[in-house]
């Protein structure tokens, strides 16, 4: 139903002037956020035929979401205490769900995990831009994981944060910040949240302004470095396997002499600050990829390294579930029964001191520690 009512939408927006537009951006939140990964394409491929110059675009808020097994497994009994596997296995039969032809040729066996966004992105034609917290509240309610205060909850959630890490590394715009949150442009902070300096707003400036952008995996005559990266389930014969390894071989060949060309172009006029910084942060692809492909400085992939729930202090602030209040991390973990003497004895320090301490200073000393 969702899929046929953004249909009719962009119906009335192409009679309404969108048939004379440059460019659509479709942005959703949550559930809202999947339903954009799900309809982006089938929107893009929908308005070409009435204006074929528009640049049609896609923000996910909060939802990229992993296909992961629950912290703790419980009955299906209602939707909220579902797994999300079981949840949106439930609901494709439920809403006789549409997803992406080009994802459902790839899972034609399980259609229902074109729902998770790493695993249709590698399919998908019109740029995306991500937006997704490292520790999504959403996710952590869906894996049962409960108030984090056992270590094994602990490890559950930073298992969890480097998995969905590790599902950006083929994604081309990204911002992921290392918070406890669900959803950011509801929420005022979604202006100031920040990653190395550069917020939101400034990294989604950077993404819209650029007329030739692509995710990185595909069509783009620069980007198939980035075929290595696709995972090896979407591959549909040893012959397509070794097609891929072969473009990812001279992929890299051609990398390593535009590399060797730039250094020798620096080596001969000696300035350019241009070349001077791509000879620095020759083995930073975040860097190497913004030079070379855009000739920009601009940032529209950053991705939060410190791997601690609200290490970052930019994230929004937390409140206290039982009144409301707002409150620092700190606290919220100690009214959940965080254990202060054994924190301290982990990190040999004395209790007293640990208690004194900033909370900042703290947050900083569990964040290096947890690295």
Not at 172 to 188: D, E, G, N, Q, Y
């Amino acid at each position: 139903m969702g899929s046929l009512i953004i249909q009719e939408v962009i119906k009335n927006l192409l009679t309404d002037g969108l048939q004379h537009g440059r460019k659509l951006l479709l942005v959703g939140s949550s559930a809202g956020g999947t339903g954009v990964i799900l309809n982006l394409d089938r929107v893009a491929d929908f308005v070409r035929p009435q204006n074929p110059r528009l640049d049609v675009r896609g923000f996910t808020d909060s939802g990229w979401f992993l296909d992961n097994e629950p912290f703790k497994a419980v009955d299906c009994t209602d939707a909220h205490l579902c797994s999300p596997i079981e949840a949106v296995k439930l609901g494709l039969n439920y809403w006789h769900g549409l997803v992406p032809d080009r994802c459902k040729l790839q899972y034609s066996d399980e259609p229902w995990r074109c729902y998770f966004g790493y695993r249709v992105y590698t399919s998908m034609r019109a740029p995306l831009f991500v937006f997704q917290w490292l520790y999504d509240e959403a996710q952590m309610a869906a894996d049962n994981v409960g108030a984090p205060v056992t270590k094994e909850q602990w490890d559950y959630i930073h298992s969890m944060g480097n998995q969905l890490k590790a599902t950006f590394e083929n994604v081309s715009a990204v911002f992921a910040a290392s918070c406890l949150s669900h959803i950011v442009l509801t929420k005022k902070e979604w202006q100031f949240v920040e990653i190395d300096g550069v917020t939101l707003p400034q990294a989604l400036e950077c993404w819209m302004s650029s007329n030739h952008e692509h995710n990185h995996h595909r069509h783009h005559r620069n980007h198939n470095q980035f075929d290595v990266l696709i995972s090896t389930d979407i591959m549909v014969s040893d012959e397509a396997n070794v097609t891929t390894r072969s473009k990812s071989r001279l992929a890299k060949q051609q990398r390593r002499q535009e590399r060797q060309r730039r250094k020798r172009l620096h080596k001969k006029n000696g300035k350019g600050r241009q070349q001077k910084r791509a000879a620095l942060f020759e083995d930073d692809e975040d860097f190497d990829h913004r030079w070379r492909l855009h000739n920009s400085k601009c940032r529209h992939r950053l991705i939060d390294r410190c791997s601690w729930p609200q290490c970052n202090q930019a994230c929004p602030k937390l409140r206290n579930p039982f009144t409301g209040e707002e409150m620092d991390f700190i606290d919220l973990l100690k009214s959940f029964g965080l254990d202060m003497t054994s924190v301290a004895n982990a990190l040999g320090m004395d209790v007293a001191l640990l208690n004194n301490m900033d909370h900042d200073q703290l947050l900083q000393l569990l964040a290096e520690y947890t690295k």
